[in-house]
């Protein structure tokens, strides 16, 4: 008898939902068990055992089918979100509920990034949520761009505010507003700071992961003493996003920069990595800003230069979201649910070939059986294994 593990590609991760190819496979909500094997072992009834469960996941399958992406693919990006538990509809319209499994991904890209901002001199913050109305007026092409949008708050604790404030859009306003008082002299430059944090841009149409309501991101922010210092920190963070996406998320991606008419409002450039994804749509997986002086004019966001001048800052701003998540689903995902690249996966495999013995008290003969086991890790929780028994 011949006893295995049936396993995915190694280029991916376990298929959250059972899956037709590797219908022995375990949901990762269920316990990894070691089977336990007595002097009574039974290589048939281990057989039937097997089998038993094999057509018990296939009838699974079925209940939980996942539409192929050949005929719909958002009908079939939707199954995978529902089928692999990464996601769920919220109360509000637009918004949704990131699962834990969804979020471990998240939490993979945040890993990553963090390192990367660190090592090119970027310090972590956090700026509030809640921004007055007025800070988004200051800047014209900012204010027009974002107003159909806004999230407006008009009464607190039961009394109708005396300014309006918005609930974070994105978070230029509010930063130079702390930067001008942070920044007096040349020798406060470069000031660079990234926030992970929540924001929320009132959308019309949306698509779990891709578009929402409400949306986690990270988003930097620097200020340079001369245009040449800001426009090389554009790009350097374009480049940042570009090897995430080939490296650690294995996406293709174009990098380039946005037309005039897509150019963020308040930016003077924008930059911009673009995924294709299964359906022939280019999604924008993350961007680049160079803001230029727009903001530090409008907020008075200046330095003393080394000649004794008076100078405003110049600017940039970048940002990935949790789009990348739902870029990943479509990229790597197929008819038989969600795969993942292996440094993204939450779940990490490990294959080892083992050789078991079994003992018989009334023969002096033992029964050799050679696995294959797989040793997983989930994030940090203690070491699983997996053997499956297979009919020779």
Known sequence: MVVN????????LFTTSFSNRYPVFVRRSQQLRRPVFSSSFSAQS?????????DGQRNRVQDRAVTPRSQDFNAWYLDVIDSAELADYGPVRGTMVIRPYGYAIWEAIQDYLNVKFKETGHSNMYFPQFIPYSFIEKEASHVEGFSPELALVTI????ELEEKLVVRPTSETIVNHMFTQWIHSYRDLPLMINQWANVTRWEMRTKPFVRTLEFLWQEGHTAHATPEEAEKEAMQMIDVYTKFAYEQAAIPVIAGRKSKV??????VRTYTIEAMMGDRKALQAGTSHNLGQNFSCAFGTQFTDENGQRQHVWQTSWAISTRFVGGIIMTHGDDTG????????????KLEYLCMYFCYSDFSWF??????????????????????????
């Open 5 to 12: 593990l049936r396993l995915p590609a190694l280029t991916s």
């Open 46 to 54: 281990t057989v039937t055992k097997t089998e038993d469960r094999v």
């Open 156 to 159: 607190g604790g039961g009394k």
């Open 338 to 349: 969600l795969m993942l690249p292996p440094r993204i996966a939450p779940i990490q495999v």
């Open 262 to 267: 897509e150019t963020f409002a308040g930016a």
């Open 367 to 392: 029964i050799s059986m050679p696995m294959i086991a797989a040793s997983s890790t989930v994030a940090s929780s203690p070491s699983k294994l997996i053997i499956e028994n297979m009919p020779s």
